[in-house]
C-alpha cells in the first residue's frame, strides 16, 4: 500500500484566476469583477487546511512533540485582508464582514471519509492535554525516538474494538499535518483510522479513532438472487460490454467491466455547469 | 382497439439547480447573472416548449429537478425584480442591435430573433407568471406531462456528510418542506445532489416520503446482488426506495464533448458573444455595470469549425439541425429499446438525465431539440414512448431488491471532485458546524423569541455553506474567490450566532441584517437536526 502524503506546499494554489488557458466553467468568464470585493481580482492561495506545525505557531508552544498542535491563536482566512479592505461603498446592508475559521474547535478527534474506491481522507484535531497524557505514559526518555502515526485497520465484518482487525498499516506523519490522503487500494472493505505516537520499541498509544468507513466496490456483484438469475452472457450486454470477450473468457467479466466502467467514468463523469462544447483551439476569449 | 406496439420507455430527466446567490447589499453582483441568465437562456426557453406541446396536443413526459435554491430564487421578489430589469435591457439592447446590423442582413436576421425571443421572455416572465417562473412549471405539474422532483435543500453532497447523519436529514427534509411549499404538492422522487448515493441514505428518503431517486449507471450494475436488468430497470433499496440509473448510451450523444449534438457546427457558438466584441461604451450599460466585460447572451456566429473565424449564425439552418438531431436520437433509442427487450423480460426504460441548462444556455438548441424530440416520438412512432419514474414503477410494481453501491455522477464516478486538495480543507468545518446545530435544536429556546430566530438562522447559514456548488468551484478554479468566501462567510456568521446562543446575548440589529440577506428557507423548521 502506498500512502497519500498531503505536503501543505502542494496546497498552496497560486494560479491566477485570469488564464487565456481557463475554460470557463462557470456562465460567467473568469474576470474580475469589481463589484464582490473577493472576486478574482489576485492569485491566491486555498486558505490552509493544515496546521502550522511547520511554522513559528506550533514549534513554539512545544519544539519537540510529535504530533501536531492547534495553533496557539486563530489565524486570519486569506481574504480577510481583502475582504477588511472592501472596495465598494456598502448598498442597503453593511459589506462584506471578514470572517476566519479556527485552527481547532478544542476537540480531539479524527474522522475518516471515503473518496473513492481505493482511496480514503482522514481529518484530525488533538489537544495538548491528551498529548501530554501520552507523552506522561511514554516516558521523557522513549519520547525523544516517537513517531506520530496514522494506523490504518481493515475492519470488514468486525466490530472493531481496537484489537480485533483484520490487518492494519502505519503511516508516518510529517510536517504536521492534520489532514491526510490513505491509498487503501482494496475496495469493497471498512476501514477504521487511528491517530497515536508509536514508540521506537513498537508500543503505540491511541491519541483518537475515527469512525468506520466502507470503500464502495469497484466490480460486479458476484452475488446473485436466484429469483432474479441472469446469464453472463445477456448481463454483459445490458450493461454494454457484450462482444469484448472472448468464448469461454467470462470468467473474467468481473475485471472487464472494471475497467469499462473506469475507462466511461473518467472520459463521460460530467457534472452540472461544465459546458458539453469544446471550445476552439487557440481562442483568445474567455 | 389499438395494439400497443411500445417496446420500450424513456424518461427524459432535466436537473434543474442553481447555488442560493442573492446579494441586496450590492446593485449589481457578477455572479447573480448566473440566475438571471438560467432564465432568459433556460427555464423560459423550457416552458415555451411546454405550453406549444401542450397547444399542439403532444403527449409528453418530463421529469425535472427544480432545486430548493432555485425555487427559492423563483419566488424573491429582489431577483424577480433585478430579472426582470435584466430581461427588459435584454430588451432594449435587442432593439439596439436589429438598427446596428441593418446593413448586414446576415446579422440582422440573428438580431431580430433575439428581439422577438427577449420580448416574448418578458412578457411570459412578467405577465404570464407574475415574475415567478415556479408558477409555470407548476401549471405543466398539475396538467401531469411533468413530474417535478426535489433536490438537497441546497444540493449538499450527501456521501461527504456521512458521520453526521442530521445534517444528512435536514437536507432532505427542509428540501421536501421548501418544495411543498412551492410547488403545493409533497415530492415523491429526488435528485441526490450531483447523483451522490452513499448505501443507507435510502432510508432517509423513505422517511420523508421519496419513493425513487436517479444514479449514475455505475451505482445500480455495481449494485449487490447483481441488478437482472442492469440500468434498464430500476431496483428497490432494502428500504423500499426505487432506483433509477442513468443509461450511458443516450447520455453520450447529448453529453460527449468530442460526438454529442451541441458541438456541432451549425449550433450557435457559446463564446463568441458582443459583450466582449463590440466597443466598450455602446457594451458598457448590459455587462456587469463596473465595465468588466462579460457575456451579454447575444451571439452571431455558429461554431462552424475548430477555428477562429466564426461563420455567421443561421436560425433556420441551426434549427433545421436540431430537428435531424431529435430524430437521430429517437431513432436510436428506437433501436436501442429493441435490442434490449430481446433480453428482458419486461418493458426496458432508458433514462436520460443532463444538466438543465445545457438547455439553452450552453447547448442554444437544446429546446428546439427537445420539442422536436417530444413531437417524433409522439407523431412519427409508437416503439418508444415517453415515462416519468412513477408511471414506470405502477406499470412493475415488482422489481429486484438490490443496494446500489456508492457512486455520484461527477468526474470518475465518486467523492473525489467534492474532496481534493483544494477544497478538502472545508469538511472539519462543515461537520462541527452541523454537530453545533444539532445542539442547538435540542435546546429548548422560545420558537418565537431571539433565541428561536437565531437557531433558524443559524439552521440558514449552515445549508448555505452546504451547497456542493462552493466545492465544485473551488476544483474547477473559476470564480474560487466567491466560492471560498461564501463558505467562510456562512460558517462564520453560523459560528457568532452558536455563540451568541450559547452566552444568552443575540444580538438582534445584528440577526435582522443577516436575516434580511440570507433569507432562504424563511420557514425552516431546525427540528430537522434533531430528528
Redesign the interface.
Known sequence: MRMGNVPSGSRKRTKPATSSADIPRRKSPPRVSAAPPASEAKPRVAPRHVNRAVGAVTTTVRRDSPVDLPAARPAPHPLAGELAAGKKAPFPLPPVEAWSLPDSYGDTRIVAMVRDPWWIYAYWEIQPAKIDEVRRKVGDGAWRTVRSVLRVHDVTGVTFDGTNARRFHDITIEGGASAWYVEVGVPGRSWCVEIGILTADGRFFVLARSNVVTTPRDTVSPVIDEEWMVQDEVFQKLAGVAGTLRPGASTNLAELMRKRMIARMSSEGLTSLTSPVRRAAGSKQP | MVRDRTRGYLCMVL?G?LPFVR?????????E??FY??IVETYIPLLTVFEGLVRDGVDWRLTMSLSPPLLSMFADPLLQERAFAHIDRLVELSEKEVRRTAPHPEFQRTARMYEAKFRHARALFSDQYGRNLANGFRRFQDSGQLEIVTCGATHGFL??M??RPEAVNAQVQVAVDCHARHLGRAPTGIWLP?CGFQPGHDEVLRRHGIRYFFM???GI????????????APVFCRSGVAAFGRD??S??Q?????E?Y??DFE?RD???DIG?DLDEDYVRPYI????????TGIKYHR?T????DKAPYDPARAREKAAQHAGNFLFNRGKQVEY?AG??DRKPLIVSPY?A??FG???YEGPDWLDMLFRKMHFDQDIVKPVTAREYLAEYPVC???TP???S?????????W????N??I???L??AAERMTELAGRPAGAGGPAGRAVRQAARELLLAQSS?WA???K???????A??RT??H???F?RIYDEVNRGAVDEGWLA?IE??DNVFPEVDVRAWSA
Open positions: 436537473h439547480h446579494h441586496p447589499e450590492y446593485p449589481n453582483f457578477l455572479e447573472k448566473w441568465e438560467a456521501p461527504l456521512e458521520t450531483e449514475d449507471a455505475h450494475l455495481l449494485g449487490s446482488p447483481r441488478p437482472k436488468y442492469g440500468t434498464y450511458l448510451e447520455s453520450k447529448v453529453w460527449s464533448a468530442l454529442g451541441p458541438g449550433y457559446f463564446y463568441r466582449y456587469n455595470g463596473d465595465g468588466v466585460r462579460t457575456f461554431i469549425g475548430d477555428t477562429l434490449l433480453l428482458m444538466d441548462e445545457l444556455h450552453w447547448w429486484q431488491v438490490s453501491s456508492m457512486s455522477w461527477g468526474h470518475k464516478g465518486y467523492n473525489e471532485v474532496l481534493e486538495g483544494s478538502d480543507w469538511y472539519r468545518h461537520h462541527k456548488d465544485f468551484i473551488m474547477t478554479g473559476t470564480h474560487v474567490g466567491y471560498v468566501n467562510v462567510n460558517l462564520g456568521r459560528t441584517l434580511a440577506r
